[in-house]
């Protein structure tokens, strides 16, 4: 909801209307329940205590914003007016984008020593074969001396770039596929 400035004073989500409706298991005809709902105003359900973000914030902490507080949607402001609204579809959109997730070649999950230079092996490893990375991510693993990778490759054979990468010092794979 924008004010007459243009100001945003709340929010109106799928849940908060959920909520506002009577209970599927309710007794009420048809036209009872009508009749309460033309009384429940955008007013009574919206959220007024709103977390929002600005155009400057970097999207994984705007990801971790709505993951910590258990929200769908953030707005975005400027100077206290809305000027846009980031939503799960949208991290997701992005989620895809960073993995290549739309491109066709192997992605390849393995684990490597936290240490200067590792990554480097095995990006050497992929181009020695012709491969192209088209997208990687880091995460934790279980193990604190090792990082895990995640790579999405292309333009390689994914027996050869399996075997190629199994041979580099210190790389446990995890999952390999053809995608």
């Known amino acids: 909801m924008i004010d007459r400035a243009g100001e945003m004073v709340g929010l109106v989500t799928e ?16 036209w009872e329940i009508h009749s309460l709902l033309m009384k429940v105003k955008v007013k009574d359900v919206m959220v007024r205590e709103l977390i929002t973000t600005t155009e400057e914030v970097p999207i994984e902490e705007a ?18 007016k809305l000027v846009g609204i980031i939503t799960e579809s949208d991290l997701f959109r992005t989620f895809m984008e960073l993995f290549a997730a739309r491109q066709k070649g192997s992605r390849i999950t393995l684990t490597i020593p936290i240490a200067a230079g590792e990554l480097a092996k095995i990006a050497q490893a992929v181009a020695s074969q012709g491969g192209d990375i088209a997208a990687c991510g880091i995460f934790l693993a279980d193990d604190p001396t090792r990082s895990g990778l995640v790579l999405k490759v292309r333009n390689v054979d994914h027996g050869v770039l399996t ?13 390999a596929r053809e995608i």
């Not at 849940?15 to 048809?30: I, N």
């Not at 990468?165 to 794979?173: A, H, K, M, P």
Request: net charge negative.
């Open 15 to 30: 849940d908060d209307l959920l909520k506002a409706g009577p209970s599927s298991a309710t007794t009420l005809s048809v």
């Open 63 to 80: 990801a971790h914003l709505m993951s910590e507080h258990r929200i769908g949607c953030l707005p975005v402001v400027r100077d206290g």
């Open 163 to 175: 075997d190629t990468l199994s041979g580099v010092g210190g790389v446990t794979i995890l999952d």
